[in-house]
Nanobody
Framework: QVQLVESGGGSVQAGGSLRLSCAAS????????MGWFRQAPGKEREGVAA??????FYADSVKGRFTISRDNAKNTLYLQMTRLKPEDTAMYYC???????????????????WGQGTQVTVSS
């Protein structure tokens, strides 16, 4: 089983940038499809971006601003976030799965492995 640890969160002003990282251990990282989710207070967890099978997926709210990438040699997943908005404020979670169905990549139930989260706060 893979273990996931996020880092890189913090506080930034609107329009700024952050890069999140997710370090994986315990299994062969390249076997997993990987994703980023976020959860704001009082809201459900939502899919932000995912990568698997050579494809990438993005939520409409982050397209053109966020970029998901991975370095299999370093067992690390990244989320480059630019032009951040206050509505991007949330806890961000890294997730992994061995069986991604791309059409419904954003469904939380597809993802069996989760990190503990890293907080992103964007002030206006």
């Amino acid at each position: 089983q893979v273990q996931l640890v996020e880092s890189g969160g913090g506080s930034v002003q609107a329009g700024g940038s952050l890069r999140l990282s997710c370090a994986a251990s315990g299994d062969t990282f390249s076997r997993y499809s990987m994703g980023w989710f976020r959860q704001a207070p009082g809201k459900e967890r939502e899919g932000v971006a995912a990568t698997g099978g050579g494809l990438t997926f993005y939520a409409d709210s982050v397209k053109g601003r966020f970029t998901i990438s991975r370095d299999n040699a370093k067992n690390t997943l990244y989320l480059q976030m630019t032009r951040l908005k206050p509505e991007d404020t949330a806890m961000y979670y890294c997730a992994g799965t061995r069986a991604l169905r791309g059409r419904i990549w954003y469904e939380v139930s597809q993802w069996g492995y989760w990190g503990q989260g890293t907080q992103v706060t964007v002030s206006s």
